[in-house]
C-alpha cells in the first residue's frame, strides 16, 4: 500500500500517466467517431473516398481565374474556387490595409471634425456583424445599378451595370512568360542594387557614382529590349461589347466580388485602425520631440519615427487581422461569389454527398492558409525586430 | 494504472458497440409522431403561416403518412431542412421521411443512403425571364446571365442543356431561394431557373409578378418525391404505399366528402380501400382502415393538387403530366390489394 | 499633416484661434476640413429625411407605408419574430421571466460589492451556478409541468443571445484547460492543446457549423439523435474554447515568474497554486479580452442563419420569402444591426472601463 503510494506520488510517474490518459482519450475519442463514421457510411450504403475528385462535375461556377467548365473535374473545381478566395482575400488585405492605417491616423490627428468621423467610421463596422455588412452592401450595391443596356458607360471603354463593371482587358500573344521572367528578374536585380548602394552609403557616408548605376542599368535596359523584341510580345486590348442580354469581351468585376471586397476590407479596416492608434500611441512622446527638434517635417516624422517605432507593435495584431479577414472570406456563401466555401462546401458537396471528405479538405486549406500568413508575418516581424539597435 | 487503462477499454467498448436502428415504423409509432423533413417556405409545398402550420404538398404527404399510422394528421412534427442538410437529416434519422420538393435520381439514390418511395409531382425544370425582354424560347438565351439555387439538380441541368445547344451563360448560384429571388428581382439576373412549380411559386414573390413570364420549354424531368432511409422496408412499404392510396382513391372518385357514402358498398375495390375486406392494413402492420384515414385528413391527390399547386391555389400549374393516366396523364396506383 | 502630437500649447490662444487653427491651420487641415463637411452634408440630412421625417410610423400592414421614407410598421408588425422566433405566444412569458432573472442576476453580480451590506457570497455562487439550469427549465418545458417547446421554435434575438452566452460559459473552462494544457510540461498534453487550439482558430466559423450541421450526426452511433441545436452549440464552443485558451494563456504569461516560484516553495501542488494564487490574478487580468472574445461571438452567431436556423439576422430573411414585406427588409437590417449594436458598442465600454481601471485586487 505504502509503495503504491509513493509510486503514485512520484511525479515522473504520475507525469507519464496523465500523458498516457490524454492520448488514449484522444486515441478512443478519435476510435470511436471513426468506427461509427464508417459503419454509418457502409450501412447505409453512403459513397466514401477521394475517387470523386477525378469525375467531372457537370456544373459551372460564376467565375474562375484558371480554365473550368462542367467537363472539369472537382480537383479542377477546388483548385478554382480555392483561387477565388486567395484572390478576394489578397485584394482586401491590401484595401484594408490601406483604409486601416489612414482612418488610425486620422483618428488621432487634432482635426476635430475629421477625427470624430474616423473614431464614429471605427465603432459603428466594428460592433455590427460582418455578415449583416455583407448583405448590407450587396443588395445596397445592385439596387440603384441599371440593367446592362442601360449601362452607365464611360468613354464607351468601361461600362457598369447590374452584371458588374466591365473593363477593357489586355490579352497578350507572342512567349509571354519569357517576357514576364524577364521583367521580374530585371525587378529583382533593380531591388538588389539599390540595396546595395544603400549599403554602401551607410559604410562610406556618400553615394555611389552615378558611373556605377549606369553600368549596371544600361545593360540591362538594352538585354531587356532585346529580350522583348525577341518575344513579339503583341497587346491586344479585349474590349467589353454589349451582345444579346449582356457585355462580352474585356474583364468583368462582379457585384459578389465588389460587395464582399468592400465588406471586408472596410469591416477589417476598422480593426487594423485601431491597432494603428495603440501602436501609434505606444510610442515615446520624446521620440517625436527629438524628430521635431532636429527640423523634420511632420511628413517625415510620419514616415521616419513614427511609422517603422509603431510596426513593431502594430504587426502581430495586423497578422491576426489578416488572418480573420482569410477567414471571413468564408462569407461569401451568403452572397454567391464562387469561393471554397460556396463551390467546394457548397455545390460539391450536395452533388456528391460526401460531407466528411469536403469539410476535411475545406477546413484543412484555411488551416494550410493560415499557417503560412502566420510564417510569412513571423519572418516580416524578425525583420523589423533585427534592425533595432 | 493498469486498472485504469483497462477499465477505458472496457467503457470504450461499450460506446463501440453496434446499436441497430429500431424499425422506423415501430419508432414511430412509439414516438406518436412522424417526424417529416420540409423546406424553410416554399409555397405550395411547404410553408409555415404566421402562427407556424405547415401546408402545402409536401406537407400532405407527411400528414397522410401520420393518418395512415397513427390514425391522426396532426401528429407530424415538421424540421425545416436547407438543401445542403436535408440528405444528412434523414441518413441520422433526425426525419423520417425527407418530403422536399426533392428530386428522384439514380445517383442519390444509390450513394446517398436513401430510398425514394414514389413521385408525389412530376415536374420538370424551366425558365422564368422578364416580359421587357421579349423572349419566346429557351433557345434564346445565349449569353445570359442564370439565378438558381446551389445543391440541386438544376446546376447539372442547365450545363447539359446549354452545352447541348451551344450556347453561353453565366451562373449565379445561392444557398438560399428567398436570396435567388430577390437577386433575380434586383435585376442580378436575366434568367431565374428552377422546377417549373417553384418558379411559379418564387413568382408571386416578385414586386412586379406580372412583369415575369414563365417560358413553355421544360428541359428536364424532375420526379418529386418523398424518401426515406435505405434498408428499412417496412417503413419504406408504408410511405410508397400511402401515397400509392392517394392515387387509387382519385381513380375510384373517393374523396374527402364523399368517403364515408361509400360505406355500404358491393365494389370489392372500394370495400379493400375502405379496410372492409382484405388484409392490407394487416400486411403493411397498419389499422385496416388506414387508407380510409388518408382520405379523410388530406383528400385523394386530386385535392391535394388541387388545393395545393392547382386551380383552388394562388400558383394555379395546370395538371400536365400529373393527371391520371385515364385522364391523359401518367399517374397510375399499383393495385392495393 | 497633422501628427497626433499637438504640443503647441506654449503659450494660450483663445478659444476661436484654436479652432481656427483646427480646422484651417495648413493646408492638409483645410482640405480635410472641407472634405468632411460636404461628407456629411451629403450623408446626414438624407439619411435623417429617411428614417425619421418621411418615415412611416404607425400602421398595421405594408400597405400603411406610403410616404418615400423608412416603414417602421415592419418592426411593430414583426417585433415578436425578431424577437423570440416562433416560440409560442402563450408560453412567452417564460422567457421574460428568464431574461428578468438574468438582468437581476447580473445586476446583483456587478453592484455587490458596492453595496453597503454586500450580499452573501454562498448565496451569489449558488444563484450564478443554480441559474443555467432554471434558465433551461424555463426555456425548454418539461419540468414543473411546462409545456416542452422544441428547440427548432426557438429564434430571433433570443436564439442569438442563447449561443453566444452558452458558448462563451461553455469555452471558459475548456479554454482555461487548453490554456494550462497548452503551458504544460507534459510533452504529449501541450501537443494536443497546440493542435486542438491551433486547429480551431485556424478555420473559419462556418466550416465549424458544416462541420456540426452534415458531419457530427456521421459520428454519432446508429440511432443516436442529437438536437440540431446543440449540436451547433457543441461546434460553437470548442471554437470559442480555442480562442478563450489564447486569451486566458495572454493571462498567465503576464503573471511574474516569482509568482510561480513562491508557490512551489511554499509546498503548494500544481493544482493549489494554478488555483489559489495564479489563476486569480491572471483571469482578472484577461476580462478585458473576454468580454472582447464575447463580442466577436456575439456577431459571429449570426452565421447560424447560413445553415439555416433563424436567428435575429436569419428572421429578417424569412420576413423577405414574404412578399408583402419583402421590400422592406432594409429596415429589418438596420433594426437588427442597430440593436447588435447597442449590444456590442456598450460591452466594449464596459471593458474599456474594466481595462483602465487599476486592479486592487491584492
Same mark, same amino acid.
Given at each position: 500500500?505504502?509503495?503504491?503510494?509513493?509510486?503514485?506520488?512520484?511525479?515522473?510517474?504520475?507525469?507519464?500517466?496523465?500523458?498516457?490518459?490524454?492520448?488514449?482519450?484522444?486515441?478512443?475519442?478519435?476510435?470511436?467517431?471513426?468506427?461509427?463514421?464508417?459503419?454509418?457510411?457502409?450501412?447505409?450504403?453512403?459513397?466514401?473516398?477521394?475517387?470523386?475528385?477525378?469525375?467531372?462535375?457537370?456544373?459551372?461556377?460564376?467565375?474562375?481565374?484558371?480554365?473550368?467548365?462542367?467537363?472539369?473535374?472537382?480537383?479542377?473545381?477546388?483548385?478554382?474556387?480555392?483561387?477565388?478566395?486567395?484572390?478576394?482575400?489578397?485584394?482586401?488585405?491590401?484595401?484594408?490595409?490601406?483604409?486601416?492605417?489612414?482612418?488610425?491616423?486620422?483618428?488621432?490627428?487634432?482635426?476635430?471634425?475629421?477625427?470624430?468621423?474616423?473614431?464614429?467610421?471605427?465603432?459603428?463596422?466594428?460592433?455590427?456583424?460582418?455578415?449583416?455588412?455583407?448583405?448590407?452592401?450587396?443588395?445596397?450595391?445592385?439596387?440603384?445599378?441599371?440593367?446592362?443596356?442601360?449601362?452607365?458607360?464611360?468613354?464607351?471603354?468601361?461600362?457598369?451595370?447590374?452584371?458588374?463593371?466591365?473593363?477593357?482587358?489586355?490579352?497578350?500573344?507572342?512567349?509571354?512568360?519569357?517576357?514576364?521572367?524577364?521583367?521580374?528578374?530585371?525587378?529583382?536585380?533593380?531591388?538588389?542594387?539599390?540595396?546595395?548602394?544603400?549599403?554602401?552609403?551607410?559604410?562610406?557616408?556618400?553615394?555611389?557614382?552615378?558611373?556605377?548605376?549606369?553600368?549596371?542599368?544600361?545593360?540591362?535596359?538594352?538585354?531587356?529590349?532585346?529580350?522583348?523584341?525577341?518575344?513579339?510580345?503583341?497587346?491586344?486590348?479585349?474590349?467589353?461589347?454589349?451582345?444579346?442580354?449582356?457585355?462580352?469581351?474585356?474583364?468583368?468585376?462582379?457585384?459578389?466580388?465588389?460587395?464582399?471586397?468592400?465588406?471586408?476590407?472596410?469591416?477589417?479596416?476598422?480593426?487594423?485602425?485601431?491597432?494603428?492608434?495603440?501602436?501609434?500611441?505606444?510610442?515615446?512622446?520624446?521620440?517625436?520631440?527629438?524628430?521635431?527638434?532636429?527640423?523634420?517635417?511632420?511628413?517625415?516624422?510620419?514616415?521616419?519615427?513614427?511609422?517603422?517605432?509603431?510596426?513593431?507593435?502594430?504587426?502581430?495584431?495586423?497578422?491576426?487581422?489578416?488572418?480573420?479577414?482569410?477567414?471571413?472570406?468564408?462569407?461569401?456563401?451568403?452572397?454567391?461569389?464562387?469561393?471554397?466555401?460556396?463551390?467546394?462546401?457548397?455545390?460539391?458537396?450536395?452533388?456528391?454527398?460526401?460531407?466528411?471528405?469536403?469539410?476535411?479538405?475545406?477546413?484543412?486549406?484555411?488551416?494550410?492558409?493560415?499557417?503560412?500568413?502566420?510564417?510569412?508575418?513571423?519572418?516580416?516581424?524578425?525583420?523589423?525586430?533585427?534592425?533595432?539597435? | 494504472?493498469?486498472?485504469?487503462?483497462?477499465?477505458?477499454?472496457?467503457?470504450?467498448?461499450?460506446?463501440?458497440?453496434?446499436?441497430?436502428?429500431?424499425?422506423?415504423?415501430?419508432?414511430?409509432?412509439?414516438?406518436?409522431?412522424?417526424?417529416?423533413?420540409?423546406?424553410?417556405?416554399?409555397?405550395?409545398?411547404?410553408?409555415?403561416?404566421?402562427?407556424?402550420?405547415?401546408?402545402?404538398?409536401?406537407?400532405?404527404?407527411?400528414?397522410?403518412?401520420?393518418?395512415?399510422?397513427?390514425?391522426?394528421?396532426?401528429?407530424?412534427?415538421?424540421?425545416?431542412?436547407?438543401?445542403?442538410?436535408?440528405?444528412?437529416?434523414?441518413?441520422?434519422?433526425?426525419?423520417?421521411?425527407?418530403?422536399?420538393?426533392?428530386?428522384?435520381?439514380?445517383?442519390?439514390?444509390?450513394?446517398?443512403?436513401?430510398?425514394?418511395?414514389?413521385?408525389?409531382?412530376?415536374?420538370?425544370?424551366?425558365?422564368?425571364?422578364?416580359?421587357?425582354?421579349?423572349?419566346?424560347?429557351?433557345?434564346?438565351?445565349?449569353?445570359?446571365?442564370?439565378?438558381?439555387?446551389?445543391?440541386?439538380?438544376?446546376?447539372?441541368?442547365?450545363?447539359?442543356?446549354?452545352?447541348?445547344?451551344?450556347?453561353?451563360?453565366?451562373?449565379?448560384?445561392?444557398?438560399?431561394?428567398?436570396?435567388?429571388?430577390?437577386?433575380?428581382?434586383?435585376?442580378?439576373?436575366?434568367?431565374?431557373?428552377?422546377?417549373?412549380?417553384?418558379?411559379?411559386?418564387?413568382?408571386?414573390?416578385?414586386?412586379?409578378?406580372?412583369?415575369?413570364?414563365?417560358?413553355?420549354?421544360?428541359?428536364?424531368?424532375?420526379?418529386?418525391?418523398?424518401?426515406?432511409?435505405?434498408?428499412?422496408?417496412?417503413?419504406?412499404?408504408?410511405?410508397?404505399?400511402?401515397?400509392?392510396?392517394?392515387?387509387?382513391?382519385?381513380?375510384?372518385?373517393?374523396?374527402?366528402?364523399?368517403?364515408?357514402?361509400?360505406?355500404?358498398?358491393?365494389?370489392?375495390?372500394?370495400?379493400?380501400?375502405?379496410?372492409?375486406?382484405?388484409?392490407?392494413?394487416?400486411?403493411?402492420?397498419?389499422?385496416?382502415?388506414?387508407?380510409?384515414?388518408?382520405?379523410?385528413?388530406?383528400?385523394?391527390?386530386?385535392?391535394?393538387?388541387?388545393?395545393?399547386?392547382?386551380?383552388?391555389?394562388?400558383?394555379?400549374?395546370?395538371?400536365?403530366?400529373?393527371?391520371?393516366?385515364?385522364?391523359?396523364?401518367?399517374?397510375?396506383?399499383?393495385?392495393?390489394? | 499633416?497633422?501628427?497626433?502630437?499637438?504640443?503647441?500649447?506654449?503659450?494660450?490662444?483663445?478659444?476661436? *484661434?484654436?479652432?481656427? $487653427?483646427? @480646422?484651417?491651420?495648413?493646408?492638409?487641415? &483645410?482640405? /480635410?476640413? %472641407?472634405?468632411? !463637411?460636404?461628407? +456629411?452634408?451629403?450623408?446626414?440630412?438624407?439619411?435623417?429625411?429617411?428614417?425619421?421625417?418621411?418615415?412611416?410610423?404607425?400602421?398595421?400592414?405594408?400597405?400603411?407605408?406610403?410616404?418615400?421614407?423608412?416603414?417602421?410598421?415592419?418592426?411593430?408588425?414583426?417585433?415578436?419574430?425578431?424577437?423570440?422566433? *416562433?416560440?409560442?405566444? $402563450?408560453? @412567452?412569458?417564460?422567457?421574460?421571466?428568464? &431574461?428578468? /432573472?438574468? %438582468?437581476?442576476? !447580473?445586476?446583483? +453580480?456587478?453592484?455587490?460589492?458596492?453595496?453597503?451590506?454586500?450580499?452573501?457570497?454562498?448565496?451569489?455562487?449558488?444563484?450564478?451556478?443554480?441559474?443555467?439550469?432554471?434558465?433551461?427549465?424555463?426555456?425548454?418545458?418539461?419540468?414543473?409541468?411546462?409545456?416542452?417547446?422544441?428547440?427548432?421554435?426557438?429564434?430571433?434575438?433570443?436564439?442569438? @443571445?442563447?449561443?453566444?452566452?452558452?458558448?462563451?460559459?461553455?469555452?471558459?473552462?475548456?479554454?482555461?484547460? +487548453?490554456?494550462?494544457?497548452?503551458?504544460?510540461?507534459?510533452?504529449?498534453?501541450?501537443?494536443?492543446?497546440?493542435?486542438?487550439?491551433?486547429?480551431?482558430?485556424?478555420?473559419?466559423?462556418?466550416?465549424?457549423?458544416?462541420?456540426?450541421?452534415?458531419?457530427?450526426?456521421?459520428?454519432?452511433?446508429?440511432?443516436?439523435?442529437?438536437?440540431?441545436? @446543440?449540436?451547433?452549440?457543441?461546434?460553437?464552443?470548442?471554437?470559442?474554447?480555442?480562442?478563450?485558451?489564447?486569451?486566458?494563456?495572454?493571462?498567465?504569461?503576464?503573471?511574474?515568474?516569482?509568482?510561480?516560484?513562491?508557490?512551489?516553495?511554499?509546498?503548494?501542488?500544481?493544482?493549489?497554486?494554478?488555483?489559489?494564487?495564479?489563476?486569480?490574478?491572471?483571469?482578472?487580468?484577461?476580462?478585458?479580452?473576454?468580454?472582447?472574445?464575447?463580442?466577436?461571438?456575439?456577431?459571429?452567431?449570426?452565421?447560424?442563419?447560413?445553415?439555416?436556423?433563424?436567428?435575429?439576422?436569419?428572421?429578417?430573411?424569412?420576413?423577405?420569402?414574404?412578399?408583402?414585406?419583402?421590400?422592406?427588409?432594409?429596415?429589418?437590417?438596420?433594426?437588427?444591426?442597430?440593436?447588435?449594436?447597442?449590444?456590442?458598442?456598450?460591452?466594449?465600454?464596459?471593458?474599456?472601463?474594466?481595462?483602465?481601471?487599476?486592479?486592487?485586487?491584492?
Amino acid at each position: 500500500m505504502k509503495s503504491l503510494l509513493s509510486i503514485l506520488n512520484n511525479t515522473r510517474i504520475r507525469s507519464i500517466g496523465y500523458q498516457v490518459i490524454t492520448l488514449s482519450l484522444v486515441v478512443l475519442f478519435f476510435a470511436f467517431i471513426i468506427n461509427n463514421a464508417s459503419s454509418n457510411l457502409v450501412e447505409q450504403g453512403i459513397a466514401s473516398g477521394f475517387d470523386f475528385l477525378n469525375s467531372t462535375t457537370g456544373f459551372d461556377i460564376a467565375s474562375s481565374l484558371i480554365h473550368y467548365d462542367s467537363s472539369s473535374t472537382y480537383l479542377r473545381l477546388f483548385n478554382a474556387a480555392l483561387l477565388n478566395t486567395l484572390l478576394v482575400s489578397f485584394i482586401s488585405i491590401i484595401f484594408a490595409t490601406i483604409i486601416g492605417f489612414s482612418v488610425g491616423i486620422i483618428r488621432l490627428s487634432n482635426h476635430p471634425i475629421a477625427s470624430r468621423i474616423a473614431a464614429a467610421y471605427v465603432e459603428t463596422l466594428r460592433n455590427i456583424p460582418l455578415l449583416l455588412q455583407v448583405f448590407f452592401w450587396y443588395f445596397a450595391v445592385l439596387q440603384p445599378l441599371p440593367s446592362p443596356r442601360a449601362s452607365i458607360d464611360f468613354f464607351n471603354l468601361v461600362f457598369l451595370n447590374n452584371r458588374g463593371l466591365h473593363l477593357p482587358s489586355p490579352e497578350l500573344s507572342g512567349h509571354v512568360g519569357l517576357f514576364f521572367s524577364v521583367v521580374i528578374i530585371s525587378a529583382l536585380l533593380l531591388l538588389y542594387w539599390y540595396k546595395q548602394s544603400k549599403k554602401y552609403r551607410i559604410s562610406k557616408g556618400r553615394n555611389r557614382n552615378k558611373s556605377w548605376w549606369y553600368w549596371r542599368v544600361i545593360p540591362l535596359l538594352a538585354v531587356s529590349l532585346a529580350i522583348y523584341n525577341a518575344a513579339n510580345i503583341g497587346v491586344n486590348w479585349s474590349l467589353p461589347e454589349l451582345t444579346g442580354f449582356n457585355f462580352e469581351g474585356g474583364g468583368v468585376i462582379t457585384p459578389e466580388f465588389f460587395a464582399l471586397f468592400i465588406a471586408l476590407s472596410t469591416y477589417t479596416g476598422a480593426y487594423i485602425a485601431e491597432n494603428v492608434r495603440s501602436g501609434i500611441q505606444s510610442i515615446d512622446k520624446g521620440q517625436v520631440e527629438a524628430a521635431r527638434a532636429i527640423g523634420l517635417s511632420p511628413f517625415n516624422i510620419m514616415r521616419f519615427i513614427i511609422i517603422p517605432n509603431a510596426m513593431r507593435v502594430i504587426i502581430p495584431p495586423l497578422t491576426n487581422q489578416y488572418l480573420t479577414l482569410t477567414k471571413n472570406s468564408s462569407l461569401a456563401a451568403a452572397i454567391a461569389y464562387p469561393d471554397i466555401v460556396l463551390v467546394f462546401a457548397g455545390t460539391a458537396l450536395n452533388q456528391t454527398g460526401q460531407a466528411v471528405e469536403i469539410l476535411l479538405m475545406v477546413m484543412l486549406v484555411y488551416l494550410f492558409i493560415s499557417l503560412v500568413i502566420a510564417l510569412l508575418m513571423n519572418i516580416y516581424n524578425k525583420h523589423f525586430l533585427l534592425i533595432e539597435r | 494504472m493498469r486498472t485504469i487503462t483497462a477499465s477505458f477499454l472496457f467503457s470504450a467498448s461499450l460506446l463501440l458497440m453496434p446499436t441497430a436502428f429500431a424499425s422506423t415504423l415501430d419508432t414511430v409509432k412509439d414516438r406518436g409522431s412522424v417526424k417529416c423533413g420540409v423546406t424553410n417556405g416554399l409555397t405550395g409545398f411547404s410553408n409555415p403561416d404566421k402562427q407556424g402550420n405547415w401546408e402545402g404538398m409536401d406537407v400532405d404527404v407527411c400528414r397522410a403518412i401520420a393518418a395512415a399510422v397513427l390514425g391522426d394528421a396532426s401528429k407530424v412534427t415538421y424540421v425545416p431542412t436547407s438543401s445542403k442538410t436535408r440528405f444528412t437529416a434523414l441518413q441520422t434519422g433526425e426525419i423520417d421521411i425527407l418530403s422536399r420538393v426533392t428530386t428522384w435520381t439514380l445517383s442519390r439514390d444509390s450513394k446517398l443512403g436513401l430510398n425514394f418511395a414514389g413521385v408525389n409531382l412530376y415536374d420538370g425544370q424551366g425558365f422564368m425571364v422578364r416580359k421587357d425582354l421579349g423572349i419566346k424560347s429557351a433557345k434564346e438565351l445565349n449569353g445570359a446571365s442564370i439565378c438558381m439555387n446551389t445543391g440541386t439538380s438544376t446546376e447539372t441541368n442547365i450545363a447539359d442543356f446549354f452545352s447541348a445547344n451551344n450556347l453561353n451563360y453565366k451562373t449565379v448560384l445561392f444557398e438560399k431561394s428567398s436570396e435567388v429571388a430577390s437577386a433575380y428581382d434586383l435585376g442580378r439576373c436575366d434568367v431565374y431557373t428552377s422546377d417549373k412549380s417553384g418558379l411559379a411559386a418564387q413568382r408571386l414573390k416578385m414586386q412586379k409578378p406580372d412583369d415575369h413570364i414563365i417560358l413553355e420549354e421544360t428541359i428536364s424531368k424532375e420526379p418529386l418525391g418523398p424518401a426515406v432511409r435505405h434498408g428499412d422496408d417496412e417503413w419504406f412499404d408504408v410511405v410508397k404505399w400511402s401515397l400509392m392510396a392517394l392515387i387509387e382513391a382519385e381513380e375510384l372518385a373517393i374523396t374527402q366528402s364523399n368517403i364515408d357514402t361509400f360505406k355500404n358498398t358491393k365494389n370489392p375495390r372500394i370495400a379493400r380501400f375502405l379496410g372492409t375486406s382484405g388484409e392490407n392494413g394487416k400486411n403493411l402492420k397498419l389499422a385496416p382502415e388506414w387508407s380510409a384515414n388518408i382520405i379523410k385528413a388530406v383528400g385523394n391527390y386530386g385535392e391535394i393538387y388541387a388545393r395545393n399547386v392547382g386551380e383552388k391555389s394562388q400558383l394555379k400549374i395546370p395538371r400536365g403530366l400529373n393527371k391520371l393516366w385515364s385522364d391523359g396523364g401518367i399517374l397510375y396506383a399499383i393495385p392495393l390489394h | 499633416m497633422t501628427t497626433p502630437f499637438n504640443n503647441n500649447s506654449r503659450y494660450k490662444k483663445s478659444r476661436y *484661434q484654436q479652432w481656427y $487653427e483646427a @480646422l484651417f491651420g495648413s493646408k492638409i487641415n &483645410s482640405v /480635410l476640413t %472641407i472634405a468632411s !463637411l460636404y461628407f +456629411l452634408y451629403v450623408t446626414i440630412p438624407p439619411m435623417l429625411n429617411w428614417a425619421i421625417f418621411e418615415a412611416n410610423w404607425l400602421g398595421s400592414n405594408a400597405s400603411d407605408c406610403n410616404s418615400s421614407g423608412a416603414c417602421w410598421v415592419y418592426i411593430s408588425v414583426w417585433w415578436q419574430q425578431l424577437l423570440f422566433g *416562433q416560440y409560442p405566444s $402563450e408560453e @412567452l412569458w417564460r422567457l421574460v421571466l428568464c &431574461s428578468g /432573472l438574468f %438582468i437581476i442576476l !447580473l445586476t446583483a +453580480l456587478i453592484l455587490h460589492k458596492r453595496l453597503r451590506a454586500p450580499l452573501p457570497k454562498r448565496l451569489l455562487l449558488i444563484s450564478t451556478l443554480l441559474y443555467p439550469f432554471i434558465a433551461f427549465a424555463l426555456m425548454y418545458g418539461g419540468f414543473f409541468g411546462l409545456a416542452i417547446v422544441e428547440t427548432r421554435f426557438w429564434g430571433g434575438l433570443f436564439l442569438t @443571445l442563447v449561443i453566444a452566452v452558452v458558448g462563451i460559459t461553455t469555452s471558459f473552462p475548456l479554454g482555461l484547460l +487548453l490554456a494550462l494544457g497548452r503551458q504544460s510540461t507534459l510533452k504529449i498534453v501541450r501537443l494536443f492543446c497546440i493542435g486542438f487550439i491551433e486547429l480551431w482558430r485556424g478555420v473559419p466559423l462556418i466550416t465549424v457549423l458544416f462541420m456540426a450541421s452534415v458531419m457530427f450526426p456521421l459520428f454519432m452511433p446508429q440511432g443516436v439523435n442529437v438536437d440540431s441545436l @446543440l449540436r451547433v452549440l457543441v461546434g460553437v464552443s470548442l471554437f470559442a474554447a480555442a480562442y478563450m485558451a489564447e486569451i486566458i494563456r495572454g493571462g498567465l504569461q503576464a503573471i511574474p515568474k516569482g509568482q510561480y516560484e513562491a508557490a512551489k516553495a511554499t509546498g503548494l501542488s500544481y493544482w493549489q497554486a494554478m488555483f489559489m494564487i495564479i489563476l486569480p490574478q491572471a483571469i482578472t487580468l484577461v476580462i478585458p479580452g473576454i468580454v472582447s472574445a464575447f463580442i466577436s461571438l456575439i456577431k459571429e452567431t449570426t452565421l447560424v442563419y447560413i445553415i439555416g436556423m433563424f436567428d435575429f439576422l436569419g428572421i429578417v430573411q424569412f420576413t423577405a420569402s414574404n412578399s408583402e414585406w419583402i421590400r422592406y427588409t432594409k429596415e429589418g437590417y438596420i433594426f437588427v444591426g442597430l440593436v447588435f449594436w447597442v449590444i456590442c458598442y456598450s460591452l466594449s465600454r464596459y471593458s474599456r472601463t474594466l481595462e483602465q481601471k487599476p486592479s486592487n485586487q491584492h
